[in-house]
């Protein structure tokens, strides 16, 4: 509102400059073309005052711009790093899979549970969590459809009835879908 009157206050200003210094020339008045030369400064002050205003403005929406821009950076912080642990994760798992039979397979899988249990807190300390699935309505931009299954006993139609690779997410951002077969 208060640009919109500094511009009319300039033009109006511009525009008595004019009909001061066209009546300054017909009179031929010292006086007049004072008057019409104070008009012409005033109409200049209003169009600085005018032209400040809007800069200032600009550089507030740009300093706002920037720290959204900031907060989004660091929001998703160690997005790449994440990106590049989960291979690892889904491997300790496949390890976690296999049945052993000896007392040295026991203490080597539980050596494995470990590094996987302290892997997932770190992970789940800066956010990263993994993609509920299994028995979960088929959400496109969170599961990724390799398979599709008719519909069985006990199952819904565009259910996730097994997960074949572990989708996570950082925060609100998917990192990785989780691979998943739906029951059609």
Do not use: C, W
């Not at 066209?22 to 073309?33: I, N, S």
């Not at 990106?83 to 899988?109: C, F, M």
């Amino acid at each position: 509102m208060a640009k919109k009157e500094k511009a009319q206050q300039a033009d109006a200003a511009k525009k008595a400059a004019k009909d001061t210094k066209q009546v300054a020339d017909d009179k031929k008045d010292p006086t007049a073309e004072l008057k019409a030369e104070i008009e012409d400064l005033k109409a200049q002050l209003a169009d600085k005052d005018d032209k400040y205003l809007r800069a200032q403005a600009e550089i507030q929406n740009m300093t706002n711009r920037f720290k959204k821009e900031r907060a989004q950076i660091l929001k998703y912080d160690g997005q790449d790093l994440a990106k590049s642990v989960l291979p690892v994760l889904d491997n300790l798992k496949r390890a976690l899979t296999i049945e052993v039979t000896d007392e040295n397979g026991e203490q080597l899988k539980k050596g494995i549970q470990m590094v996987h249990d302290h892997l997932m807190t770190a992970l789940t300390d800066h956010g990263i969590t993994e993609i509920p699935a299994e028995g979960q309505a088929f959400n496109p931009t969170m599961h990724q459809a390799v398979q599709t299954v008719p519909v069985e006993d006990g199952q819904e139609a565009d259910t996730v009835v097994q997960v074949l690779q572990a989708g996570y997410q950082l925060k609100d951002r998917v990192l990785r879908p989780a691979m998943v077969v739906v029951a059609q």
